[in-house]
């Protein structure tokens, strides 16, 4: 909601900046997100002039010369306009000013010199009228910037989801007025409508079917309006809060939405058909099969069981508009327009949100009832647009409103007691204070009786009226307190450890922790083969993530396809819940109602330990993953047993290569290499093997587990990798036997940045290198962060490294 | 022929198949452009509309059912071709097989995401807290209307929700609104679920994982919140803000300071947003703040009292606070992360920078 500085100076006399005014209203009402100017930068050199000489140009029929005086000095100027006359005050857009349409320069026309340019409303994006010259109020002084006069400071912030009431101009002046506490203009409190009760006018009859749906209709003829644009005044609003003038009927019902807040709508009487002697109006539910043609010109068949306001007339008595989200064409206010029905109702946001769903529109309208609005905003809204319809339009509201629902109750009072608020808050605000504060609001309150207004939905508790004094007084006025609360923490076992297991694997085994996405795509699954996968998501964000994870093998296989591109050899472990169904032999365990598994729920979450094993050699990769299956059962005092299971009851593992584990005879996991078509489907070059155990299996047993939770003190700054493409070479060298190969790797890593692996792959002594001597080699890979490296460059770099292993280990190069 | 024969002739061939070769002529045969579906569908063209529509939609179910038939078909041969090392690789997990040890050589890393959990829980633990699990996979219930979000209400707006079924489940929707299972949008969830089965006075934190359909450089699908829940006779907002303002300053450094915003959270009453002292400026004031010194920081209040009633509580002996705030966001933060995606890409060269 866009909300203008100036306007809400005539709602409520505050002296504060814009600024001021939004650093208040974000700690205490709306959260302010932008504040921006309204009104181009050109209106600065646009003045106030009075015309003081009209003569017909020479040589052209159509235009006039003036003689204009801007205060400074008198211009003459050329103009086309029909409407000037002399004395009449306009703005003169001088040499220079830069318009949207252009820069005005002095020059000719026809032979005849002109200085400035006389301005219509839609050339200083003030309107959107341009049959003539803008005529200003003739009280302005002449040489004043119409920046002055008609820029404004736009707050543009988000009401809460329970304050459609402050989506508009007089609610959020009423927040100011408590908070800066300063009445309310007189006037802006409008009550003429208490008189008002449920009936037919003379002329107009409206039928509610649905009163979930609407819960109060007004409407109200208003004869003799005379169809024309809106003044500048209102014009300028509807701009600057984002919206487009259309005419001074439509404008006036969408000011007073601005103002009030009640979404209103005209239409033409005259197509609203008349039976039984009166124009009727029917809100009712959509039957199957109705269309309608909505004022953006599109056309809609509408489904069932949406709110529509129809003209009551058999048989066609058709939609006029869909309720509360858009008029139709077919009763559209247009330049023949004489009568009109205005209409000022409360639709229930229910409704309205159906509505915008099922016919993907939203309206300024649409979004305010949405929110849900109070039926007494629907009665501000009536009043106020009569007032200006008579006012701006030319019109006559000439019988009572027709009003049919039910009427705004009075609020239920609720009992308050300022001791306990303050105790509850920790303020210390007096009684008087706290009562002024809910009076600004709009509150009544009667000794420790509070009744809210009744377009305060929102109240209904004394907590709510709590927070009302609490957030006005300050929230920086809540003291500390000490909790005192102390209870007997029963954290579970299986969190502490979860981060035992975590830490043991990354900092004491090696092992990189990956935190994978618990949704896989089907995609995925189809090509890892998993087919334990139990739930799905109904609406997916994209027609292939979709599935909720049985396992983590998919996962880790997936991020080893995209790793196995750029580095020969690593090692991964994932801990992290799986979604299992109810009878899925895993989730038969204990579940601890504590840690997500509660009874009636059918999807029962289980953590799971998977260790992921990648590049090592074809035939030893199985015993490397249970070496370190092993060192974490020793590390938690698990004896794991290892059953070879050479059945082909699941098409991911290698039918030779794949164990049972067993911890004391009871089944925790199992161990397997990846079966060679699942690594073809995935692109993955090498061997890969997964080991994974069921934690809830063993959690009981673990010993070791840290009994307090504890980080790593970390400050890594993250620095940005390159993700151009990689290139790969094999070194092989022959080295004093003694030397480690995790100081060679080393070295060749900080030869050159460019160089941003050397992973060992191969180690032996043999005589033919000499006594005392080893072979070692890596796989190198090299990476620019700027660009891809050529072969040329990989050569260069090659052989840097080789010279540097020379000098340094007196390296030789295997041949 | 018609589109059932035409079925049965390809199971039929499809049998037979052996190899991919066969398998991908089989496939042009069928299902190619000028295959045998296509001469079926060509036949029909003197069909009423009616019929035609009928048929198209046969016609498409019978194309779907030979695509998935060939593609599983596919990693059956693929898999024969494969059957041999069953054999010719068998290893014996059991056999005396030295691995050197080589890998150990390696050093891991914990990815970010867990270290700075860890944290949050040391930090709560030390103030006294339990730290709670809850289901991911949650009902209606307890993610939206038990904590006062009913169907209807706008604020559903903000939660764009995954809604989750089992893969066998035909239908979409055929429960009450309340039972149908999602992926908690918020650990809140967990809070009515845990004070149902315990009597004040509590004391938690739940973290963990939690799902929104949102997908750019600051949002993923999958994120991690954490929870913190108190109840207790005499729970005052001061209570909360004293927690807070030490939580903070353990979480985020000593110089950090809080400010309260009011806000709306349909369970919590009054409802507040917490700011923290901007890390970058220090309160000064700069791009990243805005210029306010701020950093909008976490959602918190008092729990309403009709939430506490709901899960059996009484709200006129007890009171209590909540807050929760998002983790991934604190963690980027904390090492300089631009992108969110970067934590669950798990490229390596991620990954070992911590």
């Known amino acids: ?815 | 022929m018609n589109l059932d024969q035409l079925k049965q002739q390809f199971i039929s061939q499809l049998s037979k198949v052996e190899t991919e070769k066969d398998l991908a002529l089989l496939e042009i045969e069928f299902l190619g452009r000028k295959g045998k579906l296509t001469e079926v569908l060509k036949s029909l063209a003197g069909l009423s509309l009616v019929e035609k529509k009928r048929m198209g939609q046969a016609a498409n179910e019978s194309k779907e059912f030979m695509e998935r038939e060939i593609k599983s078909q596919k990693s059956k041969i693929k898999i024969k071709e494969y059957e041999k090392i069953a054999v010719e690789e068998k290893i014996d997990i059991n056999a005396p097989v030295e691995t050197n040890g080589r890998s150990s050589l390696r050093k891991g890393h914990l990815h970010p995401l867990s270290n700075f959990i860890f944290k949050i829980e040391r930090i709560f633990e030390e103030m006294g807290y339990e730290v709670v699990d809850g289901p991911e996979i949650e009902t209606d219930y307890y993610n939206f209307t038990a904590v006062r979000i009913p169907e209807d209400s706008p604020s559903r707006d903000d939660h764009d929700t995954f809604y989750i079924k089992t893969i066998k489940q035909e239908s979409k929707k055929t429960k009450k609104q309340e039972e149908e299972l999602l992926l908690r949008t918020q650990t809140t969830a967990m809070q009515v679920r845990y004070m149902e089965k315990h009597q004040p006075p509590i004391k938690i934190i739940v973290p963990g994982k939690t799902y929104r359909r949102d997908d750019d450089a600051s949002h993923s699908p999958m994120f991690h919140q954490f929870e913190a829940l108190v109840v207790d006779k005499g729970i005052t907002l001061g209570k909360l803000k004293k927690t807070l303002s030490v939580a903070m300053k353990k979480l985020l450094g000593e110089d950090t300071n809080i400010r309260f915003r009011s806000s709306y959270f349909p369970f919590v009453e009054p409802a507040l947003e917490v700011d923290v002292t901007c890390a970058i400026c220090k309160g000064k004031g700069c791009n990243i703040c805005k210029n306010t010194g701020w950093v909008e920081l976490l959602g918190a209040g008092m729990v309403h009292p009709e939430v506490l009633k709901t899960s059996g509580i009484d709200p006129e002996i007890y009171s209590g606070f909540a807050f929760a705030m998002g983790i991934d966001r604190l963690c980027m933060m904390h090492h300089k992360i631009p992108n969110i995606k970067m934590l669950f890409e798990n490229d390596i060269r991620f990954l070992e920078q911590f």
């Open chain 1, 1 to 815: 909601m866009k909300y203008l500085f100036k306007w809400l100076k005539q709602l409520v006399d505050i002296d504060a900046t814009p600024e001021e005014l939004a650093e208040e209203l974000s700690l205490k009402s709306v959260e302010i997100d932008e504040i921006t100017g309204f009104g181009g930068d050109f209106l600065d050199t646009v003045v106030v002039g009075v015309i003081k000489e009209i003569e017909k140009h020479p040589n052209a029929d159509k235009l006039q010369v003036t003689k204009t005086d801007v205060g400074s000095e008198v211009l003459q100027i050329v103009c086309g306009a029909p409407n000037i006359a002399v004395g009449q005050k306009v703005p003169v857009a001088l040499v220079g000013t830069k318009l949207p349409g252009g820069e005005i320069k002095e020059a000719k026309i026809r032979d005849v010199e002109s200085f400035g340019m006389l301005c219509a409303e839609d050339e200083l994006q003030l309107g959107n009228d341009h049959s003539g010259i803008l005529i200003l109020d003739s009280s302005l002084p002449v040489g004043t910037k119409l920046s002055k006069i008609y820029s404004d400071t736009v707050l543009e912030g988000k009401p809460a989801a329970n304050r459609g009431d402050l989506l508009n101009h007089v609610g959020l002046a009423r927040e100011l007025s408590a908070i800066y506490d300063v009445k309310l203009m007189s006037g802006v409190e409008t009550q003429n409508f208490a008189s008002l009760q449920v009936g037919d006018s003379e002329s107009v009859s409206v039928e509610i079917e649905n009163l979930e749906a609407c819960s109060l209709y007004t409407a109200r003829l208003i004869k003799g309006v005379k169809i024309g644009p809106s003044p500048i005044w209102m014009q300028q609003a509807l701009l600057a809060c984002g919206m487009k003038p259309i005419n001074n009927v439509v404008d006036v019902t969408n000011f007073v939405m601005l103002e009030y807040g009640n979404p209103l709508h005209a239409f033409d009487a005259k197509k609203i058909p008349i039976a039984d002697g009166k124009h009727k109006i029917v809100v009712r539910l959509t039957k199957s099969g109705e269309i309608i043609r909505t004022l953006d010109g599109k056309d809609h068949e509408i489904p069932e069981g949406l709110l529509v306001i129809a003209d009551g007339n058999p048989p066609a008595g058709g939609p006029v508009a869909v309720a509360g989200v858009m008029g139709g064409e077919n009763s559209e206010i247009d330049e023949t327009t004489v009568d009109i029905i205005l209409e000022s109702a409360n639709f229930s946001s229910k409704f309205i949100r159906k509505s915008q769903q099922e016919l993907g529109i939203s309206t300024e309208a649409s979004a305010r009832f949405a929110k849900g609005l109070s039926r007494e905003l629907a009665l501000m809204g009536l009043e106020r647009a009569t007032q200006l319809f008579e006012e701006v339009c030319g019109g006559k509201a000439v019988e009572i409103p027709v009003v049919a629902g039910n009427l705004p109750e009075v609020k239920k009072a609720i009992e308050i007691d300022f001791e306990k608020i303050n105790a509850f808050l920790s303020i210390d605000i007096k009684a008087d204070e706290a009562v002024k504060i809910l009076q600004n609001l709009g509150f009544i309150v009667e000794s420790n009786k509070v009744t809210a207004p009744s377009f305060r939905e929102d109240i209904e508790i004394w907590q709510d009226v709590a927070e009302e004094i609490g957030r006005i007084y300050g929230l920086d006025k809540v003291h500390e307190e000490e909790l005192t609360t102390k209870i007997d923490p029963k954290t579970s076992k299986e969190l502490y450890f979860e981060q035992s297991a975590r830490k043991y694997l990354s900092q004491e085994l090696g092992l990189t922790e990956v935190v994978t996405m618990s949704i896989l795509s089907s995609d995925l699954v189809e090509k890892t083969m998993m087919k334990d996968n139990f739930f799905e998501i109904i609406n997916p964000l994209n027609e292939y993530d979709t599935i909720m994870r049985g396992g983590l093998w998919s996962g880790l296989l997936k991020h080893t396809a995209e790793n196995g591109k750029k580095f020969e050899k690593f090692s991964f472990f994932d801990l992290s819940k799986v979604y299992l169904e109810s009878g899925h032999p895993m989730s038969g365990l204990s579940g601890n109602p504590d840690i997500g598994c509660p009874d009636e729920l059918p999807s029962k979450e289980k953590r799971v330990l998977a260790i992921l094993i990648y590049g090592e050699k074809d035939d030893e990769g199985l015993f490397v993953a249970k070496n370190y299956l092993d060192k974490f059962a020793e590390k938690f005092g698990f004896k794991f047993e290892y059953e070879n299971d050479y059945s082909a009851d699941a098409p991911y593992k290698h039918p030779g290569r794949s164990a049972i584990i067993t911890n004391k005879g009871k089944r925790v996991g199992r161990v397997v290499e990846i079966h060679p078509v699942v690594l073809e489907n995935l692109d993955i070059k090498k061997r890969a093997w997964i080991g994974a155990v069921n934690i809830e299996a063993l959690v009981d047993e673990a010993k070791n587990v840290a009994a307090k939770f504890a980080e790593t003190e970390s400050n890594v700054i993250f620095k940005e990798f390159s993700r151009f493409e990689v290139s790969k070479r094999d070194i092989a060298v022959i080295v004093d036997e003694n030397l480690e190969a995790s100081e060679i790797s080393k070295t060749i890593r900080e030869i050159d940045d460019k160089i941003i692996g050397a992973e060992l792959f191969d180690e032996f002594k043999s005589e033919k290198f000499g006594a005392g001597k080893k072979s070692v080699a890596f796989h190198l890979v090299f990476q620019a962060t700027d660009h891809t490296l050529t072969d040329q460059e990989v050569d260069g770099l090659f052989e840097k490294a080789l010279t540097a292993l020379n000098t340094k280990y007196n390296a030789e190069l295997r041949k």
